[in-house]
């Protein structure tokens, strides 16, 4: 069966951020707390320790609810701006800032990412997540759709930008998906990186009950995309999504991570 089109009204209307979390990052309920996962947080953490990426700034756009994706990064940059386009969200990421009671519980995974770290006890962990709070210092209302993704605020340029599990939501086709990879190519100072994760020939997830679509992009034009827009893909890496959760809530085929860089000049 093919899912249209789910429309920036309708994320607003039925995108639950708590069913989200439940659905596919809760300890035991969640559905790619394995494969993906792991995925995710071994290539961020090799991107911003081995891997040399740091600076200053760095934007995460598209975040969700979620956190997990920047546990490295506030290691190795000064200042983060985390975002995304659902007030919900927004709401739910202010919330593990303040530790809020009621905030969505990362701690599992912030356990894996000081496991990768080389210190995986209460105390490093709970050290982790206090720089974290520190390190983002704004929470901002993005859309992937805007020639200005921020607009009316004035971003500054970061040394790095990262996205995970986002684009493909937005973009209803590769042209799109094109167009915001270049016109978030602006917020990136020139020799400054871009790092991307997520999935392949997906063309739906469900949250919940709801069902929404999802760009089913392959890696032949992620590949083009990058270049179109004007990036120098420094990785690219893809797995096959073999991990079976028993449960028919999505469809991608693989997973993938890209690093690229925007040109000096």
Not at 16 to 36: C, Q
Not at 89 to 104: F, I, M, T, V
Not at 141 to 169: G, H, R, T, W
Request: hydrophobic content about 30%; proline content about 5%.
């Amino acid at each position: 069966m093919e899912t249209p089109y789910t429309s920036s009204q309708t994320y607003i209307d039925e995108f639950d951020p708590v069913d989200y979390y439940r659905t596919y990052y809760h300890p035991e309920e969640g559905t790619i707390t394995g494969e993906w996962l792991h995925f995710a947080l071994q290539n961020f953490h090799e991107t911003f320790t081995s891997g040399g990426v740091k600076g200053d700034l760095l934007i995460d756009f598209g975040a969700g609810p979620s956190i997990y994706q920047l546990l490295s990064a506030c290691e190795a940059f000064n200042n983060i701006i985390t975002s995304d386009f659902l007030e919900q969200n927004l709401e739910h990421l202010q919330k593990w800032l303040r530790n809020d009671p009621d905030a969505l519980d990362w701690t599992k995974i912030v356990k894996l990412v000081c496991e990768l770290e080389g210190n995986s006890d209460s105390e490093s962990c709970k050290k982790k997540e206090e720089k974290l709070r520190r390190t983002v210092t704004k929470v901002l209302k993005c859309d992937a759709l805007k020639k200005n993704p921020y607009d009316p605020v004035e971003m500054p340029q970061a040394d790095c930008l990262i996205s995970c599990l986002c684009l493909e939501a937005p973009c209803k086709d590769v042209e799109s998906f094109t167009d915001t990879l270049r016109n978030l190519k602006s917020l990136i100072k020139p020799g400054g990186h871009i790092v991307i994760q997520s999935v392949l020939n997906c063309t739906y997830y469900y949250i919940g009950q709801k069902r929404f679509s999802c760009l089913p992009i392959t890696k032949e034009e992620l590949e083009m995309a990058f270049k179109k827009a004007g990036y120098e893909i420094v990785k690219l890496k893809v797995i096959a999504a073999t991990e079976k959760t028993g449960k028919n809530i999505f469809n991608q085929d693989s997973y993938y991570f890209v690093r690229a860089r925007k040109p000096c000049s």
